[in-house]
T-cell receptor
Framework: DAKTTQPNSMESNEEEPVHLPCNHSTISGTDYIHWYRQLPSQGPEYVIHGLTSNVNNRMASLAIAEDRKSSTLILHRATLRDAAVYYCILIEGSNYKLTFGKGTLLTVNP | DAGITQSPRHKVTETGTPVTLRCHQTENHRYMYWYRQDPGHGLRLIHYSYGVKDTDKGEVSDGYSVSRSKTEDFLLTLESATSSQTSVYFC???????????FGSGTRLTVV
């Protein structure tokens, strides 16, 4: 399975933007980039995904580097409820399985 | 989560007894997955299904079996529960594999 690298933890202040980085230097042309988050005592929650172009939805934005070897999840205004572990995952085009790494623990300060 | 439910939510069972966890979806999605989550290991894939009666193993499938006789139900069975299978189990569904996955709320299983 394709691998991703994320910082173990990040900290942010409430109502400020947060940029969560992810490196995936071995990504192949058919791999989708997915982001999920897991709040304490809950199941993972889908945030956003993309292939080549930047994507926006009501939760976040996904910025994908031109060479696709890295991506950034952007939370435009962090709230206390955004405190969670964020996972960046690659899904191979012919192998529809999510393989979770350790993710990034985001702490949001009031 | 809407469209996917897991049952039971909590279960305590004794070593050596069989246990079945159920995942039920109302989304008519093709793909269904079972994960377990343990401290220090994160989420690991146990088994998955890509259609009725079509299943395959994940990275930690030993000691587990699955069945999918209907689109909406995916059952995970521990034939003879062991203490190492104490964990939180999550089910997930996906329509096309590359779209967003939806996870259930989890089943906390304790084997004593």
């Amino acid at each position: 399975d394709a691998k991703t690298t994320q910082p173990n933890s990040m900290e942010s202040n409430e109502e400020e933007p947060v940029h969560l980085p992810c490196n995936h230097s071995t990504i192949s042309g058919t791999d989708y980039i997915h982001w999920y988050r897991q709040l304490p005592s809950q199941g993972p929650e889908y945030v956003i995904h993309g292939l080549t172009s930047n994507v926006n939805n009501r939760m976040a934005s996904l910025a994908i580097a031109e060479d696709r070897k890295s991506s950034t999840l952007i939370l435009h205004r962090a709230t206390l409820r955004d405190a969670a572990v964020y996972y960046c995952i690659l899904i191979e085009g012919s192998n529809y399985k999510l393989t979770f790494g350790k993710g990034t623990l985001l702490t949001v300060n009031p | 989560d809407a469209g996917i439910t897991q049952s039971p939510r909590h279960k305590v069972t004794e070593t050596g007894t069989p246990v079945t966890l159920r995942c039920h979806q109302t989304e008519n999605h093709r793909y269904m997955y079972w994960y377990r989550q343990d401290p220090g290991h994160g989420l690991r894939l146990i088994h998955y299904s890509y259609g009725v009666k079509d299943t395959d193993k994940g990275e930690v499938s030993d000691g587990y079996s699955v069945s999918r006789s209907k689109t909406e139900d995916f059952l995970l069975t521990l034939e003879s529960a062991t203490s190492s299978q104490t964990s939180v189990y999550f089910c997930a569904i996906s329509e096309a594999g590359f779209g967003g996955y939806t996870f259930g709320s989890g089943t906390r299983l304790t084997v004593v």
